[in-house]
């Protein structure tokens, strides 16, 4: 647990990741208020991460659950181990024993691989549990996740009702993929993570990737901020940046010309529309 906001932003200072006033209050209120934290924001600017970071500040696992279309409950909580229920129905069949018995014995908790949901309930002390791209599910298992996250327990017909052995910190995240429902958000303690400031985004740039010149990488984060005004298909995220400046620091540039961008701009730009938009315009977004 985090004792104080101040103690948020220390420990996760810690673990490599800068957090401002305004994140450190949402973590620690859901960590203490036991309720799910739900970050949305652009791709790539850093959700994921701090759910790792969080977990490794209060030192303990992350449970990720990879949220797609079609993902249900079962994939979410647990499934029967049909392998190793085949080898005892086979078993029982030598020894004569009834459907029956059978059935009791291989429907039981010997004999099912649980998921990350049921992980995060069942562990001994609390994890964090990621729920992570939460909208590219649909929203019946939206609507399953928020019952289950209401009183922490789950139903399940074999098994009975299973409540949390300890209460898990949940973070869930979105990229607005789509928007989720009014039950949901309420639920939740709703944080959104936007593309970092100049200052912010070259202080990330400087501890993740000590070995970058000051000067380039001033001149990087001012090229990345302007690209992100340019109303591309996709903007570059922080993580591209971190990409992009460590393939400057290993070309062993010390400064930026319009070759060297022209030769390593698809570090940043995913899409063949946004570098070609972007050629065209490189030697005016340069900074002097």
């Not at 759910?51 to 449970?63: G, N, Q, R, Y």
């Not at 797609?68 to 079962?74: M, R």
């Not at 740039?205 to 990345?224: C, D, H, Q, T, Y």
């Amino acid at each position: 647990m985090f004792g104080s906001i101040p103690e948020v932003k220390a420990r996760l200072t810690k673990q490599n990741y800068l957090i401002n006033n305004r994140v450190a209050t949402a973590v620690y209120l859901a960590v203490n208020l036991q309720k799910p934290l739900l970050i949305e924001g652009p791709a790539g600017v850093g959700k994921t991460q701090l759910a790792k970071a969080v977990a490794k500040a209060m030192d303990t696992e992350l449970i990720r659950l990879q949220c797609y279309e079609g993902l249900d409950e079962s994939k979410a909580l647990f499934e029967w181990n049909y392998q190793k229920q085949l080898l005892r129905i086979q078993a029982n069949h030598l020894t004569e024993k009834t459907w029956e018995e059978t059935k009791a014995n291989i429907f039981s908790e010997d004999f099912y691989l649980a998921r990350p949901l049921l992980k995060a309930l069942r562990a001994e002390r609390p994890v964090v549990l990621l729920v992570d791209e939460l909208d590219k599910s649909d929203e019946e298992f939206e609507s399953f996740l928020l019952e289950a996250l209401s009183d922490y327990q789950v139903s399940i017909p074999e098994l009975g009702t299973v409540k949390a052995t300890s209460i898990p910190v949940v973070i869930l995240t979105s990229n607005n993929y789509r928007d989720f429902s009014d039950a949901l958000k309420r639920r939740c303690i709703h944080l959104y993570i936007d593309y970092p400031s100049f200052d912010r985004e070259l202080a990330i740039v400087r501890l993740k990737v000590p070995g970058i010149k000051e000067a380039l990488s001033e001149r990087m984060v001012a090229f990345v901020q302007s690209l992100r005004k340019m109303g591309l298909k996709k903007a570059p995220s922080i993580s591209e940046t971190l990409d992009w400046a460590r393939t400057l620091v290993l070309l062993g540039a010390d400064s930026l010309d319009e070759e060297l961008v022209t030769n390593t701009v698809n570090i940043l730009l995913k899409y063949q529309q946004d570098i070609k938009k972007v050629e065209e315009r490189i030697g005016g977004l340069l900074p002097e």
